[in-house]
T-cell receptor, first 114, second 115 residues
Framework: AQSVTQPDIHITVSEGASLELRCNYS??????LFWYVQSPGQGLQLLLK??????LVQGIKGFEAEFKRSQSSFNLRKPSVHWSDAAEYFC????????????FGTGTRLLVSP | NAGVTQTPKFQVLKTGQSMTLQCAQD?????MYWYRQDPGMGLRLIYY???????DKGEVPNGYNVSRLNKREFSLRLESAAPSQTSVYFC??????????????FGNGTRLTVT
C-alpha cells in the first residue's frame, strides 16, 4: 500500500531564507506525487505535481520540488520565503492506473519569523 | 466561480445526534470525495464517488454514509455522532479517473465538534 512520510511536524524559517520541506513516499509502481498547501481556515490548494520527465518541477508561488527515485523522496523547496508562505504543507502520492486515490502525509506546518 | 462549496462551516452536535454535511461543486467534475483532517494525522479519505451513481469506501468509512445526489452534490451523513468524529471535514472534487491530470479541488471545510 502506498504511504507518505513527512518527518517534520513544524519548521520555522526566517523571512528571506531558503526552505526545504521533506517528503518520503512508498509506492510499488511509478507514483504521481503532489504538494498541496493549506492556509489557515482554508481548503488545500495544489502547489505542484510530478509524474515523469524532468525530475525538478516548478509550481506556483515560486515553489519547486525535486523527485529522487533512489531516495524515494520528493522534497519541496523555495529559495526565499515570504511571510505569506506560513501555512501547512502536505505531500501526497497517487497511482497511475485505473481510478487512484491520493494518500496524504501528515503535513508540515511552516512558521515564518521576521 | 464558487468551486467547491461546503455547508455548514461550523457545527456542534451532542453524542447520538445525526446530521448531514452538504457539498456541491460547479466545475462539472465527475469525481467527489470526503476527507477528515485530524491533528497529526493529515487527511484521511472517508468515502468517494468516482462518478455519478457510484460510491465507495475510503480509509475510514465507519460511522458515516454518503449520497451522490447528482453530478454536483455529494453529502456525508453521521447517523449517530460520537466524540471521535470531532474533526474538520473536507469535500473535494476532480475531473475523473486518475489523479495526475485531474487534481483535487477542495472546499473550505466544515469544523464539527461532538460533545
Amino acid at each position: 500500500a502506498q504511504s507518505v512520510t513527512q518527518p517534520d511536524i513544524h519548521i520555522t524559517v526566517s523571512e528571506g531564507a531558503s526552505l526545504e520541506l521533506r517528503c518520503n513516499y512508498s509506492y510499488g509502481a511509478t507514483p504521481y506525487l503532489f504538494w498541496y498547501v493549506q492556509s489557515p481556515g482554508q481548503g488545500l490548494q495544489l502547489l505542484l505535481k510530478y509524474f515523469s520527465g524532468d525530475t525538478l518541477v516548478q509550481g506556483i508561488k515560486g515553489f519547486e520540488a525535486e523527485f529522487k527515485r533512489s531516495q524515494s523522496s520528493f522534497n519541496l523547496r523555495k529559495p526565499s520565503v515570504h511571510w505569506s508562505d506560513a501555512a501547512e504543507y502536505f505531500c501526497a502520492v497517487g497511482g497511475n492506473t485505473g481510478f487512484q486515490k491520493l494518500v496524504f502525509g501528515t503535513g508540515t506546518r511552516l512558521l515564518v519569523s521576521p | 466561480n464558487a468551486g467547491v462549496t461546503q455547508t455548514p462551516k461550523f457545527q456542534v452536535l451532542k453524542t447520538g445526534q445525526s446530521m448531514t454535511l452538504q457539498c456541491a461543486q460547479d466545475m462539472n467534475h465527475n469525481s467527489m470525495y470526503w476527507y477528515r483532517q485530524d491533528p497529526g494525522m493529515g487527511l484521511r479519505l472517508i468515502y468517494y464517488s468516482a462518478s455519478e451513481g457510484t460510491t465507495d469506501k475510503g480509509e475510514v468509512p465507519n460511522g458515516y454514509n454518503v449520497s451522490r445526489l447528482n453530478k454536483r452534490e455529494f453529502s456525508l451523513r453521521l447517523e449517530s455522532a460520537a466524540p471521535s468524529q470531532t474533526s474538520v471535514y473536507f469535500c473535494a472534487s476532480s475531473t475523473g479517473s486518475g489523479t495526475y491530470n485531474s487534481p483535487l479541488h477542495f472546499g473550505n471545510g466544515t469544523r464539527l465538534t461532538v460533545t
